[in-house]
């Protein structure tokens, strides 16, 4: 069976209640539900921290042998600032996505700009929460 860790960083605990124009209103926890109905062949984990280090420690124990098809990882706002998680991406073995739920090019100059994309083995932004699903898809093809 195919298991897929999902990462979401900083705020991201926050779906569904912060700036719902943005992100829409939907929390993490009930979409989670959602997608594991849609893929029941997939196990599916997810892991939350508004932490720089946790997303660093979870990305070590996950990324040699754990047998994972593939990561995806919405860094949040570290997206645009953290050299250290792209550098923990670049150290495991297991491809990351990244992925945001709003068009980050489409936003603030400072958002335009990711650290972990040119490590990552693609990017999927502006989808809203199915971002998440394509990602999936993209990893299970
Ligand atoms: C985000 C975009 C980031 O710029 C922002 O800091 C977030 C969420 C997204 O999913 O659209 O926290 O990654």
Sequence with gaps: MARILIINGPNLNLLGVRE??????L??????????????????????????????????????????????????????????????????KVAVIEVHISNVHAREAIRHTSLISPVCRGVIAGFGLDSYRLAIEAFLY
């Design 27 to 92: 929390s993490m926890e009930d979409y989670i539900e959602a997608i594991k109905a849609d893929y029941p062949d997939v196990e599916i984990d997810y892991y939350q921290s508004n932490h720089e280090g946790d997303i660093i420690d979870r990305l070590h124990e996950e990324g040699f042998d754990s047998g994972l098809s593939g990561i995806i990882l919405n860094a949040g706002a570290y997206t645009h600032t953290s050299l250290a998680i792209a550098d923990a991406i670049k150290a495991i």
């Design 20 to 25: 719902p124009d943005i992100y829409g209103r």
